[in-house]
Structures are given as structure tokens and as C-alpha cells.
């Protein structure tokens, strides 16, 4: 089952542990303490996240250089991240975001 924002991975989690359904395979979009908490207990399998981070930081630059009458790109693709090793997301999730990890921890869909 794949839930498409941090409300309904939430709400699906939630409603899998009511039902007490443990056979199915949970990937959620977003990330939340609740939810990485759901990756903790296994209850959530894998999650597909944007970079936030990334993204704020390239809005400010692009308004930055829109104001300055500077040249900018109309559309800027941050990427997204999908984690399949449980471990290895807790770990990132802890230190603060998504750090540079090989393409065998993580499956990045890089900008392009």
C-alpha cells in the first residue's frame, strides 16, 4: 500500500495497527516522528520523501536572483529520496535529514 502525504501514511498506519493487519507492505511519502516511528516498529516498510532542506534554500536563491533582475531557472527539480533499509533512515532521520549516502543505502532519484 503506498500513501501519498504525511496525514494518510499516518492515518494508514493508524488504522493497520487497529485491524491488527501486519501482512501488509506499507510505503509512505513524507516524514514525521510518528511516521519514523512506524519505520521503527516495522510497521511502515519504506518512505519516499522530497528534501526540504534543498528545497527552501533553492526558492531563496531563485527569488534572490528574480529580484536582482539576475537570470534564474523557471522549474528547479530538488529530487526526492526513497529508503528501503530501515537502519539506515532511522540514522539520517536522527542527524538531522538526508546526509550524502551511497546509491546502495539509499535509491536516489537525482536532480536532473
Known amino acids: 500500500m503506498f500513501t501519498s502525504n504525511g496525514p494518510t501514511t499516518i492515518g494508514a498506519l493508524i488504522a493497520l495497527e487497529k485491524v491488527k493487519r501486519s501482512d501488509i ?3 509512505g511519502f513524507y516524514v514525521s ?3 519514523l516511528a512506524g519505520v ?9 520523501s522530497q528534501r526540504p532542506g534543498e528545497m527552501g534554500y533553492l526558492g531563496v536563491v531563485g ?26 533512515m532511522i540514522q539520517t ?3 538531522g535529514w538526508l546526509l550524502e549516502l551511497s546509491p ?7 536532480k536532473a
Not at 63 to 84: C, I, N, P, R
Request: net charge neutral.
Open 25 to 27: 507492505i506499507h510505503v
Open 33 to 35: 516522528k510518528q511516521i
Open 40 to 48: 521503527e516498529s516495522g510497521k511502515i516498510h519504506a518512505v519516499i
Open 63 to 88: 527569488l534572490a536572483a528574480m529580484l536582482s533582475h539576475s537570470a534564474y531557472q523557471e522549474f528547479v527539480d530538488t529530487g526526492v529520496f526513497l529508503s528501503l533499509n530501515k537502519t539506515l
Open 93 to 95: 532521520f536522527r542527524q
Open 104 to 110: 546502495v543505502e539509499y535509491s536516489l532519484f537525482p
